[in-house]
């Protein structure tokens, strides 16, 4: 089971720190990723973290913006999110899987677990 927490209202240019812990078993071996759905658009690959070596991957609209991390030792990952902006508004889901190849970790039918979302709003 997943945990999604950490969001909030904000202003433009602010940041927050999005949680996703785990429990009922170890996540450790999964890569995790972060999607995003805001009002009336599907939901969209944000950020991933895989297992090994904790290599990490981007949507563009988020590079250079948004840090995903991972504490193994706490089971959750993390999102942080800084220099928000009105179009990052939008439900924050957290995600896992334990056999998620590469070439699909933006696919959201990559995952079997998915945590309950957290809204985050950025005012401008």
């Known amino acids: 089971q997943l945990q999604a927490s950490g969001g909030g209202l904000v202003q433009a240019g602010e940041s927050l720190r999005l949680s996703c812990a785990a429990s009922?078993?170890?996540?450790?071996?999964?890569?995790v990723s972060w999607f995003r759905q805001a009002p009336g658009k599907e939901r969209e690959f944000v950020a991933a973290?895989?297992?090994?070596?904790?290599?990490?991957y981007y949507a563009d609209s988020v590079k250079g913006r948004f840090t995903i991390s991972r504490d193994n030792a706490k089971n959750a990952v993390y999102l942080q999110m800084n220099s928000l902006k009105p179009e990052d508004t939008a439900v924050y889901y957290c995600?896992?899987?334990?056999?998620?190849?590469?070439?699909?970790?933006?696919?959201?039918?990559?995952?079997?677990?998915w945590g309950q979302g957290t809204q985050v709003t950025v005012s401008s």
């Open positions: 995600a896992a899987d334990e056999n998620t190849i590469l070439s699909a970790i933006r696919d959201i039918r990559a995952y079997d677990y």
């Open positions: 973290i895989r297992r090994s070596q904790g290599y990490t």
């Open positions: 009922g078993r170890s996540f450790s071996s999964y890569v």
